[in-house]
């Protein structure tokens, strides 16, 4: 199949999750003999900070300005079995009137942000990337958040066919590698700031710093604000690019996974960080949500941290137990979390939504 994606950004993996999620997709992707074509605005703060260049097997469009765009799309489309538009995508709006008005065999709306999404609808926001008549003329809707997310997108945004396709891990960036002595931690949380984690991110990371003076915390991510309650014993990475997650991760004697608030509503959210971590061994600490045991075995493959007082058990726990649950952890996200099985199951997915009547999901006007 062809696939052409409008997307956030696979170019640059500054301030954003979708950029190592989407590298890893595609590569798996083209593995299977797919074509991936993926649409990008060319932002400045992107720019900066690009870290690929092109998409081996596939093709990386970059634009200044939708106009500039359009013609182009329309062209990958006429060809293409799949058109798919993702939330954040900076030209959702019009690039969903390009796909929905193409010959495209599936026309797809991925969702990577659901929780956000149905967050805002229920604050009476619409998010500026879905479009005002909702999702109901796009012939499938995925969603990375599985469980009650999957009805809210039929019931408020009109979804037809949903399906969801959880986030994964590129074996091939992500895995066991030496430590690094910029990176040692006794706990480490990898994320860019969100204001909606800062609460969890309180009682988990920033308290058991205060309580454990004697020990080291390390946090990587961007957008972090100056006002951000640092402690002495807290260091600071502005960016950590993908190919030096693994030393990050396996610098740690344990790394913490705190979900955005709206996320860990709807449950059934796995972070990409969170498959990330665990296919390089790191033992992983994690708030709690509803469906985090679909992903992973609790106090075999992966640790709850509702309390900092659960935070304080985790970093008294010995070596050989933290080390324990990081390689069933990696075991687990090898078996089921995998790029390569993602592609699969999103095959599956196209392909059925490929042979549903044209009635169903052809074009609209059908």
Not at 164 to 182: F, I, K, M, W
Not at 212 to 235: A, K, T
Not at 341 to 361: G, M, Q
């Amino acid at each position: 199949m062809k696939l052409v994606v409008f997307g956030l950004s696979v170019s640059s993996s500054w301030g954003n999750g979708h950029a190592t999620l989407w590298r890893g997709l595609i590569r798996a992707l083209t593995g299977l003999g797919h074509r991936v074509v993926f649409f990008e605005r060319d932002m400045p703060y992107y720019a900066e900070h690009r870290d690929l260049f092109e998409l081996p097997g596939g093709g990386l469009v970059l634009y200044p300005e939708w106009e500039e765009a359009r013609r182009r799309a329309q062209r990958e489309l006429a060809e293409a079995d799949v058109g798919i538009v993702t939330s954040y995508c900076p030209d959702a709006i019009a690039a969903s009137e390009t796909v929905l008005s193409s010959p495209a065999r599936v026309r797809c709306f991925y969702d990577l942000d659901t929780g956000v999404t149905i967050g805002r609808l229920q604050a009476g926001r619409a998010p500026e990337y879905i479009p005002q008549r909702g999702l109901g003329d796009f012939d499938l809707v995925l969603s990375y958040t599985g469980g009650q997310a999957l009805a809210q997108l039929k019931t408020r945004l009109g979804a037809r066919h949903v399906a969801p396709l959880y986030g994964s891990v590129d074996p091939q960036t992500h895995h066991p590698a030496p430590p690094e002595e910029r990176f040692r931690a006794d706990l480490s949380y990898l994320c860019t700031y969100a204001a909606d984690r800062q609460a969890s991110l309180e009682d988990l990371f920033i308290e058991p710093a205060r309580r454990r003076p004697d020990l080291r915390f390390v946090i990587g991510g961007s957008q972090y604000p100056g006002d951000f309650p640092w402690s002495e014993n807290i260091f600071f990475i502005p960016h950590v690019p993908p190919a030096e997650h693994p030393a990050f991760y396996c610098s740690s004697r344990l790394t913490l996974s705190v979900t955005r608030a709206a996320m860990a509503a709807m449950g059934y959210c796995p972070s990409g960080r969170l498959f990330e971590a665990a296919a390089c061994g790191a033992p992983i600490l994690s708030d709690d949500w509803d469906g985090l045991d679909y992903f992973f075995e609790p106090g075999v493959e992966i640790q709850i941290a509702r309390t900092t007082g659960h935070v304080m058990d985790a970093l008294a726990k010995s070596p050989e137990d933290l080390a324990r649950i990081g390689r069933a952890g990696r075991e687990r996200v090898l078996a089921s979390h995998t790029a390569e099985r993602r592609a699969l199951e999103l095959e599956n997915i196209l392909e059925a939504a490929i042979s549903l009547p044209v009635e169903t999901a052809g074009n609209a006007e059908c």
